[in-house]
């Protein structure tokens, strides 16, 4: 049974930076792709950013120059630093992995999915 737990989540104010870490039950090597997703209060689920087994990375226009993805696979795991936090980046952030799919596809859903952690941006 793979277990994914998100972590780091909490208040922060405009502008500022936080860091969310996903801790896998297993070697993250396992996983094709991992990826960041959020889901904003009484909107859909939308992809944050995404990590490939190799290294790639792939984020969601609305982020990019902000938000940075990466692994650590000796720890088995994923971290998302969010800087220059806004308002709209309030969500809950979910941890996802998948040990077949590529990172960009927009067709399968990831298989292996974390509790959430809340962001919570307020001034």
């Known amino acids: 049974q793979v277990q994914l737990a998100e972590s780091g989540g909490g208040l922060v104010q405009p502008g500022g930076s936080l860091s969310l870490s996903c801790a896998a039950s297993g070697s993250i090597f396992s996983f094709n792709a991992m990826a960041w997703y959020r889901q904003p209060p009484g909107k859909q689920r939308e992809l944050v950013a995404a990590i490939s087994k190799g290294g790639t990375t792939d984020y969601a226009d609305s982020v990019k120059g902000r938000f940075t993805i990466s692994r650590d696979i000796t720890k088995n795991t994923m971290f998302l630093r969010m800087n220059s936090l806004k308002l709209e980046d309030a969500a809950i952030y979910y941890c996802?992995?998948?040990?077949?799919?590529?990172?960009?596809?927009?067709?399968?859903?990831?298989?292996?999915w974390g509790q959430g952690t809340r962001v919570t941006v307020s001034s």
């Open positions: 996802a992995a998948d040990r077949t799919r590529s990172i960009l596809s927009t067709s399968k859903v990831y298989d292996y």
